[in-house]
């Protein structure tokens, strides 16, 4: 009975500091978020101070300020941060399915498929662009599919899917390279859209944004049980009692919901949902429970970082938010590539 007792008291006092830690960590994303937003608010060519941005923001008084700040920089900074979340939560969820932390909407081939939708309907039916959303989920959608469909052999496995990922995204990428040479003369549009940019977002955007985020977003947290399941083995899954192909389906679905959202709004921007839940894991530990909220609050501070720095860095030229996490994505996609060694499903 001691040993039991000792062993419950271990086990609420490892419980504590786990709640401790998350409690902590989401308190400092907060602030950071928060800290962030005035800064992304406040800098750009034309420079405020903390209390210009509050009193622009909170007084009805007319100004360039108040005008800058509220058309042009703040929709900016929450589109940003519904991105950046909506990618993450993406990322995280395919990293479940996958059992590999290497995983994301960009590497294995669905924001490819949405890309590819959205640059045939740019460059080829350009009187469709109000339903650019629609194709592009069904692009995602159509790629997820194929992708299952290559990886089938009696079921799903990880490994097969992240490999019959890898080959769409070629195939699509060669395409949208061919698609984009045959029509040279049209590439103004398309080139923005490849590299990822928030430039000139409206609140029209965010709106957009919105609703196809807090839509992704309630879905993907109410994946967290099959993920947790899933992540721990097929075997184990099924004792269980999950329904393991059907939850790689639903939660597959789910991400490339949210990627091809992103993808129909701001374009193509990868590593986010590569890079942000992994630190998560790093921060809080591996359970969905809380590491798909931090990934969440994390993924937002992360996509409105880079993208203050993209357009601040070098003066008088913004550089995409594609671009920037782009440069800093791949160094760290080749740390854990070697750290891992390989793809596992570990």
Not at 131 to 144: N, Q, T
Not at 183 to 189: M, V
């Amino acid at each position: 009975m001691t040993a039991t007792k000792q062993a419950s008291k271990r086990g609420k006092n490892q419980g504590g500091i786990r709640l401790l830690r998350v409690s902590v960590v989401w308190t400092v994303l907060l602030v950071v978020l928060f800290l962030l937003i005035v800064a992304s608010i406040a800098v750009g060519s034309a420079g405020y101070s903390f209390g210009t941005v509050i009193h622009a923001i909170f007084s009805g008084e007319q100004s360039t300020a108040r005008t800058i700040i509220l058309s042009l920089r703040l929709p900016r900074v929450i589109l940003a941060i519904l991105i950046g979340a909506s990618l993450s939560a993406a990322g995280a969820l395919l990293q479940a399915v996958m059992r590999n932390p290497l995983a994301d909407p960009g590497t294995i081939g669905v924001s490819a498929g949405a890309g590819t939708a959205a640059i045939t309907v740019l460059l080829i039916f350009p009187n469709l662009t109000l339903s650019l959303p629609l194709f592009s989920f069904v692009g995602a959608a159509l790629a997820c599919v194929l992708i299952y469909a290559l990886a089938w052999k009696g079921g799903v496995d990880p490994v097969r899917i992240i490999l019959s990922g890898v080959a769409i995204n070629s195939v699509l990428g060669g395409y949208n390279s061919l698609l984009q040479l045959m029509n040279s003369d049209n590439l103004s549009g398309v080139l923005s859209f490849m590299n990822g940019s928030l430039s000139g977002m409206a609140w029209v955007h965010v709106r957009t944004m919105a609703v196809y985020a807090v839509i992704g977003l309630f879905l993907a947290l109410l994946c967290i049980r099959h993920a947790n399941a899933l992540q721990l083995g097929d075997e184990m899954a099924k004792n269980l009692g999950i329904r393991v192909n059907a939850s790689r389906v639903c939660l597959s679905a789910v991400s490339a919901f949210l990627a091809a959202s992103t993808v129909s709004v701001a374009g193509m921007i990868s590593f986010v949902g590569l890079v942000v839940p992994h630190i998560s894991r790093m921060l809080v530990g591996s359970d969905y429970k809380v590491m798909l909220p931090t990934s969440i609050l994390l993924g937002g501070a992360t996509l409105l970082f880079a993208d203050t720095v993209g357009r601040t860095i070098v003066p008088g030229m913004e550089i995409p938010v594609g671009i920037v996490m782009a440069v800093s994505g791949g160094p760290f996609f080749l740390y854990m590539l070697r750290k891992r060694g390989k793809f596992n499903g570990g």
